[in-house]
Protein backbone atom coordinates (compact mmCIF):
# COMPACT_ATOMS: atom_id res chain seq x y z
CA UNK A 1 0.00 0.00 0.00
CA UNK A 2 1.37 3.70 -0.96
CA UNK A 3 1.79 6.01 1.97
CA UNK A 4 -0.14 8.31 -0.08
CA UNK A 5 -2.58 7.73 -1.92
CA UNK A 6 -4.82 9.59 -4.52
CA UNK A 7 -7.27 8.87 -7.08
CA UNK A 8 -5.21 9.88 -10.25
CA UNK A 9 -8.46 10.45 -12.34
CA UNK A 10 -8.42 12.20 -14.57
CA UNK A 11 -11.57 14.28 -13.52
CA UNK A 12 -12.89 16.32 -16.19
CA UNK A 13 -15.15 19.22 -15.05
CA UNK A 14 -17.15 22.14 -16.66
CA UNK A 15 -15.76 25.69 -16.26
CA UNK A 16 -17.63 26.32 -12.72
CA UNK A 17 -18.18 23.73 -11.37
CA UNK A 18 -16.95 21.97 -7.91
CA UNK A 19 -14.70 19.78 -7.63
CA UNK A 20 -13.37 17.29 -4.45
CA UNK A 21 -9.72 15.81 -4.25
CA UNK A 22 -9.37 13.38 -1.90
CA UNK A 23 -6.10 12.31 -0.41
CA UNK A 24 -5.38 9.21 2.30
CA UNK A 25 -2.03 8.68 4.06
CA UNK A 26 -0.80 5.59 6.20
CA UNK A 27 1.89 6.94 8.41
CA UNK A 28 0.09 8.31 11.65
CA UNK A 29 3.06 10.25 12.40
CA UNK A 30 2.83 12.75 9.96
CA UNK A 31 3.37 16.27 11.61
CA UNK A 32 1.77 18.54 8.13
CA UNK A 33 -0.03 18.35 4.94
CA UNK A 34 0.42 20.45 1.48
CA UNK A 35 -1.16 20.69 -1.66
CA UNK A 36 0.92 21.08 -4.53
CA UNK A 37 0.10 22.06 -8.23
CA UNK A 38 1.91 20.71 -11.27
CA UNK A 39 0.93 21.62 -14.74
CA UNK A 40 2.26 19.74 -17.54
CA UNK A 41 5.85 19.13 -17.73
CA UNK A 42 6.61 21.51 -15.01
CA UNK A 43 7.83 21.79 -11.69
CA UNK A 44 5.42 21.40 -8.75
CA UNK A 45 4.58 24.77 -6.83
CA UNK A 46 2.83 24.53 -3.24
CA UNK A 47 -0.87 25.38 -3.86
CA UNK A 48 -1.70 25.44 0.20
CA UNK A 49 -0.62 23.71 3.11
CA UNK A 50 -3.05 22.08 5.56
CA UNK A 51 -3.84 22.66 8.72
CA UNK A 52 -5.54 20.81 11.54
CA UNK A 53 -8.47 22.91 11.17
CA UNK A 54 -8.49 23.28 7.96
CA UNK A 55 -7.83 26.31 5.81
CA UNK A 56 -8.94 28.32 2.85
CA UNK A 57 -7.44 30.34 0.30
CA UNK A 58 -9.98 32.14 -2.29
CA UNK A 59 -11.77 29.20 -4.53
CA UNK A 60 -9.79 26.96 -2.50
CA UNK A 61 -10.32 24.49 0.76
CA UNK A 62 -8.12 22.40 2.39
CA UNK A 63 -8.87 19.92 5.06
CA UNK A 64 -7.36 17.20 7.47
CA UNK A 65 -9.13 15.03 8.92
CA UNK A 66 -6.34 13.29 11.50
CA UNK A 67 -8.71 10.84 13.05
CA UNK A 68 -9.84 8.98 9.44
CA UNK A 69 -6.18 10.11 8.23
CA UNK A 70 -7.09 11.85 5.08
CA UNK A 71 -6.45 15.20 3.08
CA UNK A 72 -9.07 16.90 0.53
CA UNK A 73 -9.12 19.56 -1.67
CA UNK A 74 -12.11 21.32 -2.90
CA UNK A 75 -11.96 23.88 -5.88
CA UNK A 76 -15.18 26.30 -6.18
CA UNK A 77 -15.96 27.69 -9.67
CA UNK A 78 -12.95 26.07 -11.44
CA UNK A 79 -11.24 27.86 -13.98
CA UNK A 80 -9.21 26.75 -17.36
CA UNK A 81 -6.29 27.74 -15.53
CA UNK A 82 -6.98 25.18 -12.68
CA UNK A 83 -6.30 22.32 -15.44
CA UNK A 84 -3.12 20.59 -13.74
CA UNK A 85 -2.10 17.52 -11.32
CA UNK A 86 -2.42 18.32 -8.07
CA UNK A 87 -0.01 16.21 -5.74
CA UNK A 88 -0.89 15.47 -2.07
CA UNK A 89 1.95 15.59 0.62
CA UNK A 90 2.63 14.50 4.02
CA UNK A 91 5.83 15.77 6.07
CA UNK A 92 7.39 13.11 8.39
CA UNK A 93 10.59 14.57 10.26
CA UNK A 94 10.97 10.39 11.74
CA UNK A 95 11.38 8.90 8.18
CA UNK A 96 14.23 8.96 5.55
CA UNK A 97 11.24 10.20 2.53
CA UNK A 98 10.49 13.13 5.09
CA UNK A 99 8.22 14.33 2.30
CA UNK A 100 5.92 11.66 0.51
CA UNK A 101 4.11 12.81 -2.44
CA UNK A 102 1.15 11.24 -3.95
CA UNK A 103 1.14 10.44 -7.53
CA UNK A 104 -1.35 12.92 -8.18
CA UNK A 105 -5.00 13.87 -9.36
CA UNK A 106 -4.94 14.93 -12.86
CA UNK A 107 -7.99 17.75 -13.25
CA UNK A 108 -9.06 19.17 -16.83
CA UNK A 109 -11.53 22.05 -16.89
CA UNK A 110 -13.30 22.33 -19.83
CA UNK A 111 -14.65 25.21 -21.62
CA UNK B 1 16.00 36.20 -8.26
CA UNK B 2 16.41 33.23 -10.48
CA UNK B 3 14.98 31.04 -7.73
CA UNK B 4 15.87 27.47 -8.42
CA UNK B 5 18.27 26.75 -11.41
CA UNK B 6 18.70 22.92 -12.87
CA UNK B 7 21.44 22.41 -15.59
CA UNK B 8 21.12 20.57 -18.18
CA UNK B 9 17.31 20.30 -19.31
CA UNK B 10 17.79 17.11 -21.26
CA UNK B 11 20.59 14.65 -21.32
CA UNK B 12 20.67 11.33 -22.88
CA UNK B 13 22.90 8.58 -21.60
CA UNK B 14 24.44 5.58 -22.47
CA UNK B 15 24.44 2.63 -20.08
CA UNK B 16 27.11 3.04 -17.93
CA UNK B 17 28.24 6.62 -18.22
CA UNK B 18 28.45 9.29 -15.42
CA UNK B 19 27.32 12.59 -15.26
CA UNK B 20 26.49 15.22 -12.18
CA UNK B 21 23.13 17.30 -12.80
CA UNK B 22 23.59 21.06 -11.47
CA UNK B 23 21.53 22.65 -9.13
CA UNK B 24 21.64 25.89 -7.88
CA UNK B 25 19.79 28.13 -5.71
CA UNK B 26 20.03 32.30 -4.91
CA UNK B 27 17.58 32.66 -1.93
CA UNK B 28 20.19 31.63 1.04
CA UNK B 29 18.32 28.36 1.78
CA UNK B 30 19.56 26.18 3.97
CA UNK B 31 17.74 22.80 2.65
CA UNK B 32 18.08 21.25 -0.30
CA UNK B 33 16.97 18.27 -1.63
CA UNK B 34 16.82 16.23 -4.98
CA UNK B 35 13.97 14.00 -6.34
CA UNK B 36 12.80 11.72 -9.32
CA UNK B 37 9.55 11.76 -10.71
CA UNK B 38 8.19 8.78 -12.49
CA UNK B 39 4.91 7.58 -14.12
CA UNK B 40 2.54 6.72 -12.10
CA UNK B 41 4.55 7.55 -8.81
CA UNK B 42 5.09 10.21 -6.67
CA UNK B 43 8.25 12.07 -6.20
CA UNK B 44 10.92 10.43 -4.62
CA UNK B 45 13.85 11.99 -2.19
CA UNK B 46 17.16 10.86 -3.56
CA UNK B 47 19.05 12.63 -0.90
CA UNK B 48 19.10 15.70 1.15
CA UNK B 49 21.25 18.43 2.55
CA UNK B 50 20.01 20.70 5.57
CA UNK B 51 23.55 23.14 4.82
CA UNK B 52 27.16 23.34 3.30
CA UNK B 53 28.92 20.39 4.48
CA UNK B 54 26.14 18.20 5.50
CA UNK B 55 24.33 15.89 3.43
CA UNK B 56 22.12 12.66 4.01
CA UNK B 57 20.52 10.12 2.11
CA UNK B 58 16.83 10.27 1.70
CA UNK B 59 14.31 6.88 0.38
CA UNK B 60 16.14 6.05 -3.19
CA UNK B 61 19.98 7.01 -2.82
CA UNK B 62 21.55 4.35 -5.09
CA UNK B 63 23.50 4.75 -7.61
CA UNK B 64 23.62 8.74 -6.72
CA UNK B 65 25.86 10.93 -4.71
CA UNK B 66 25.78 14.67 -3.54
CA UNK B 67 27.67 16.97 -2.33
CA UNK B 68 27.31 20.70 -0.58
CA UNK B 69 30.25 22.76 -0.39
CA UNK B 70 28.58 26.28 -0.53
CA UNK B 71 24.59 27.00 0.17
CA UNK B 72 23.92 27.81 -3.59
CA UNK B 73 25.29 24.67 -5.20
CA UNK B 74 23.72 20.84 -4.74
CA UNK B 75 24.91 19.15 -7.70
CA UNK B 76 23.99 15.01 -7.71
CA UNK B 77 25.76 12.84 -9.61
CA UNK B 78 24.95 9.78 -11.33
CA UNK B 79 28.29 7.09 -10.92
CA UNK B 80 27.45 4.68 -13.73
CA UNK B 81 24.12 5.22 -15.71
CA UNK B 82 21.65 2.46 -15.33
CA UNK B 83 17.95 2.50 -17.64
CA UNK B 84 16.72 2.33 -14.49
CA UNK B 85 17.29 5.24 -13.46
CA UNK B 86 15.44 7.11 -16.52
CA UNK B 87 13.64 9.96 -14.96
CA UNK B 88 12.70 13.41 -14.14
CA UNK B 89 14.85 15.12 -11.89
CA UNK B 90 13.58 17.89 -9.87
CA UNK B 91 16.09 19.55 -6.93
CA UNK B 92 14.15 21.85 -4.55
CA UNK B 93 15.08 23.99 -2.03
CA UNK B 94 13.68 25.69 1.17
CA UNK B 95 14.22 28.65 3.97
CA UNK B 96 13.38 25.71 7.08
CA UNK B 97 13.48 22.72 5.87
CA UNK B 98 11.24 19.67 4.30
CA UNK B 99 7.95 20.42 6.50
CA UNK B 100 7.81 23.73 4.52
CA UNK B 101 7.25 25.17 1.23
CA UNK B 102 9.70 23.45 -0.81
CA UNK B 103 10.54 25.62 -3.83
CA UNK B 104 11.31 23.30 -6.89
CA UNK B 105 13.42 23.94 -10.09
CA UNK B 106 12.09 23.23 -13.32
CA UNK B 107 13.70 20.09 -13.61
CA UNK B 108 16.47 17.52 -15.81
CA UNK B 109 14.97 14.98 -18.10
CA UNK B 110 17.08 11.92 -18.52
CA UNK B 111 17.52 9.31 -20.12
CA UNK B 112 19.29 6.18 -20.38
CA UNK B 113 19.45 3.72 -23.24
Known amino acids: RKEVEQDPGPFNVPEGATVAFNCTYS??????FFWYRQDCRKEPKLLMS???SGNEDGRFTAQLNRASQYISLLIRDSKLSDSATYLC????????????FGSGTQLTVLP | NAGVTQTPKFQVLKTGQSMTLQCAQD?????MSWYRQDPGMGLRLIHY???????DQGEVPNGYNVSRSTTEDFPLRLLSAAPSQTSVYFC????????????FGPGTRLTVT
Open chain 2, 92 to 103: ASSQQGAGFEQY
Open chain 1, 27 to 32: NSASQS
Open chain 1, 50 to 52: VYS
Open chain 1, 89 to 100: VAFSSGSARQLT
Open chain 2, 27 to 31: MNHEY
Open chain 2, 49 to 55: SVGAGIT
